[in-house]
């Protein structure tokens, strides 16, 4: 069998033909990509920090197993985001990776004490702006020496935190400049305790740009660093990208568009993207009875990025009603149809609708109306 049709064909498998063709983009790779230039930017700071102590991955493969991906980073059973709803499972053991952290326990079985590992993750998710079904992080992790705390564990633990936050808030300054605003809010991640993500204001508002913490005992106890302290970190690099370079739309990441990849230069944190001429969207509204179990946000949307790959905008549900004597629901969705790159005409948008509703009842069990 194909690569491809190994990695589409099995019955739990919900990796779309549109999910698999990301595989191997590699955008973080690409130099004078703006998701490089911040890998850069991110990896020239901890160099500075610590010259030579961070080890440095950016072509691990995204298909790794389950177990990686959420029981070696101590994710309970039945947590949200082991749902097929959330994740793409290959096969009921294997997972496009949802977050870096899933390269955690095995990096340090390979005994690496500090590492920084870049690359892109999946998420079945609503369609907007700001979401795309892949997108990029980068992990760190750093495990302290004894002799840096004294060797006591509750020290050890305070000087994690201390030293997390000191490293993460320099971060921010060195990538949104000197004098950026952050603040720290507590969070919950089942591979830290405590947790935090970070905040700064930026534009007048306050955006979350990463969550960290210090690194659960056990996951150090279980990959060769018994007894140790350590903390980690995960980031989103769109969500800061996107802030710094001003770049108003998730999708133009991907466009093949040298108006877009020509604005940026490798080095250079403080270009403001000057946006093209924006072509117009094109609206379409569909109404359906949800069938009676089984429908979610993230199925449809899923169907509408098959149809339409990178033309759909948004979707959004637009009126929800339950019938009130046979109890069914049905729901409205605004679709947005724009491109990045050209004017859409109608014959195309029809095309791509009339396989959304047909998938909508084929696939979906939804009934039009
Ligand atoms: N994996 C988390 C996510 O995707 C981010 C994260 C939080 C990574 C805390 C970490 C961490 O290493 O310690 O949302």
């Not at 007048?204 to 740009?209: A, D, F, K, P, S």
């Amino acid at each position: 069998m194909a690569q491809q049709e190994v990695l589409t064909s099995h019955p739990f498998n919900n990796v779309t033909e549109n999910i698999f063709s990301k595989i191997g983009a590699n955008l973080h790779r690409r130099q004078n990509h703006p998701i490089c230039i911040i890998k850069e930017a991110i990896y020239d700071f901890f160099n500075s920090q610590r010259p030579g102590t961070y080890a440095k991955f950016d072509e691990l493969h995204p298909v790794v197993s389950a177990a990686a991906n959420f029981d070696e980073m101590l994710v309970p059973a039945g947590h949200v985001s082991r749902s097929p709803n959330d994740t793409y499972y290959i096969d009921a053991d294997t997972v496009l990776r949802c977050h870096t952290s899933a390269h955690q326990a095995a990096t340090l079985r390979q005994g690496h004490p500090a590492f920084l590992i870049t690359g892109d993750v999946y998420r079945r998710d609503s369609i907007d702006q700001s979401h795309y079904p892949v997108f990029h992080q980068m992990e760190g992790l750093r495990v302290l020496e004894p002799d840096e705390y004294g060797g006591d564990p509750a020290a050890g633990a305070a000087a994690a935190e201390r030293e997390l936050k000191e490293l993460l808030e320099g971060l921010a300054q060195h990538l949104f400049g000197s004098g950026t605003e952050c603040r720290w809010v507590d969070a919950y991640f089942p591979f830290t305790t405590p947790s935090f993500e970070l905040e700064i204001f930026f534009n007048g508002q306050w955006l979350e740009v990463l969550g960290c913490g210090v690194v659960e005992q056990q996951i150090l106890d279980k990959n060769g660093f018994e007894g140790r302290r350590a903390w980690a970190f995960g980031l989103g690099l769109e969500r800061l990208a996107m802030v710094l370079f001003q770049i108003p739309d998730i999708r133009l990441f991907w466009a093949e568009d040298q108006r877009f990849l020509k604005q940026f230069r490798a080095g250079d944190l403080r270009t403001a993207f000057k946006p093209y001429s924006k072509y117009p969207a094109c609206f379409k509204d569909v109404s359906f009875w949800l069938p009676e179990t089984g429908f979610t946000e993230n199925n449809l949307c899923e169907v509408v990025r098959g149809a339409a790959g990178d033309l759909v905008e948004a979707v959004e549900l637009i009126d929800a009603f339950t019938h009130p004597k046979t109890g069914r629901t049905s729901n409205c969705f605004r679709i947005s149809y724009r491109s990045m790159e050209r004017s859409l005409n109608d014959e195309e948008i029809n095309a791509i609708q009339a396989q959304v509703r047909e998938e909508l009842t084929a696939k979906l069990g939804a009934e039009l109306r």
